[in-house]
């Protein structure tokens, strides 16, 4: 028994140490799916602006309606099933969109548009916590490359949703939302498949906690003040990425006087740029470490910001993708970092840090959406331009990692 025990402890940390790319890419290609079919309900906001008469306060409470659903199961979901995975939970998660999608073709009503999309952030708030496990599970130990895999699959759907919105939606109306419901057919075929893995691999999520999480431990208190400078950072990054995804095309309406469809494509541009920059953001904490990404993707992107309300159309695209890629590294870091203060909590970890950056996501756009009503949208994007200064703060996060050279 002792040597067949030795035998498990030498093989199945090795199994650990190989990356399965195929499990990686199939998760990010879903995240592509999911945040695709997500973005699409911002990207048609003036086209509901217009068909249901909504101020920007409402627009805002359609957002938080939709962020809320998608950020409060999410601690719950990681919780639950870091004591109890749920392999199966991926495909169902994703059904909750397909149910959403198709409501929010048929909507008649303010009220039934609030409901289509929080059944759409249920699917949501299923999807990410179990994903980031399977991405960590098949990470071979390299977790920034597999978070960022794994998140540019969301950005790049992210990115993908108001090109669908300018192609199909503005065209032919909010009823050709139900084409795009196909993705979510796509993505429940390809994360059944994905579930049946993870159930085959679920050995693997306890060897990975004794060979990755052996690391000195740091006090609780500085564990505490390190989740809390983090969570700091996430809302200052969410509350600009807010003001970016549901605001950005009326901003360049109403400053520059261009229609709808085009302000989509400028969209596009910024989200396009989020996604690039995704991938840059976890081979570069792997190397360098989290903290240095972190600080460099949300404080050194403040002189971009600053400058953004200011200029011409040009230069406002330009800067808009410039402030995309370097602040669309962030995330990933963030993530990252945090499993690492805490190991083996990273459904709990991911549930948290994608639930608050949804629900940050979605008070920023209820509170923006207030305030440019009370003003104008103009003066949020000068106000909201200050955010990424609040990136000072990464100097106190203490350091738990080498830099890989």
């Avoid at 028994?1 to 030795?6: Q, R, V």
Wanted: proline share 4%; glycine share 10%.
């Amino acid at each position: 028994m002792k040597a067949a025990s030795e035998m498990s402890l030498a093989v199945e940390p090795a199994a650990v140490q190989k990356t399965v790319y195929p499990i990686l890419f199939t998760i990010a290609f879903t995240h592509l799916l999911n945040d695709m079919m997500q973005s699409v309900i911002p990207a048609v906001y003036p086209l509901i602006k217009e068909q249901f008469s909504l101020s920007f306060t409402e627009i805002g409470l359609t957002t938080l309606t939709f962020q809320l659903t998608a950020s409060l199961l999410q601690p719950v979901v990681g919780f639950y099933t870091d004591k109890k995975p749920l392999p199966m939970s991926l495909a169902i998660g994703m059904s909750f969109t397909l149910v959403g999608l198709i409501l929010l073709s048929m909507a008649n009503s303010f009220g039934m548009l609030l409901v289509s999309v929080a059944l759409v952030g249920m699917g949501s708030s299923v999807f990410h916590p179990e994903s980031s496990r399977v991405a960590q599970l098949a990470s071979g130990g390299r977790k920034g490359l597999a978070q960022s895999i794994f998140q540019v699959g969301g950005n790049a759907g992210s990115a993908l949703g108001p090109l669908l919105a300018a192609l199909i939606v503005m065209p032919y109306g909010m009823h050709s939302v139900s084409w795009i419901s196909v993705a979510a057919v796509l993505g429940i075929t390809l994360l059944w498949q994905v579930g049946k893995w993870y159930q085959k691999h679920l050995y693997l999520k306890k060897s990975k906690a004794v060979v990755h999480d052996a690391r000195p431990a740091l006090p609780k208190g500085k564990i505490v003040a390190a989740i809390g400078i983090l969570l700091l950072l996430i809302f200052s990054k969410y509350f600009y990425m807010a003001s970016m995804t549901s605001y950005f095309t009326f901003f360049l309406i109403d400053k520059f006087h261009i229609d709808a469809q085009q302000s989509q494509l400028y969209l596009f541009a910024f989200l396009a740029a989020v996604a690039v920059g995704t991938i840059a953001g976890g081979p570069l904490g792997d190397r360098f470490g989290r903290k240095v990404v972190i600080w460099f993707s949300i404080l050194g992107v403040a002189p971009f910001t600053l400058l953004l309300p200011y200029v011409s159309l040009f230069w406002t695209v330009v800067l808009a993708v410039i402030v995309g890629a370097i602040i669309a590294s962030a995330f990933s870091a963030i993530l990252v970092y945090a499993t690492d203060l805490v190991p083996g909590k990273v459904g709990t970890i991911a549930g948290l840090f994608f639930g608050l950056a949804f629900g940050m996501g979605g008070l920023g756009s209820a509170v923006l959406g207030n305030l440019a009503d009370h003003t104008s949208i103009g003066f949020v994007f000068k106000l909201c331009a200050f955010l990424p200064l609040i990136g000072i703060v990464t100097g106190l996060l203490p350091n738990v990692e080498h830099k890989k050279l």
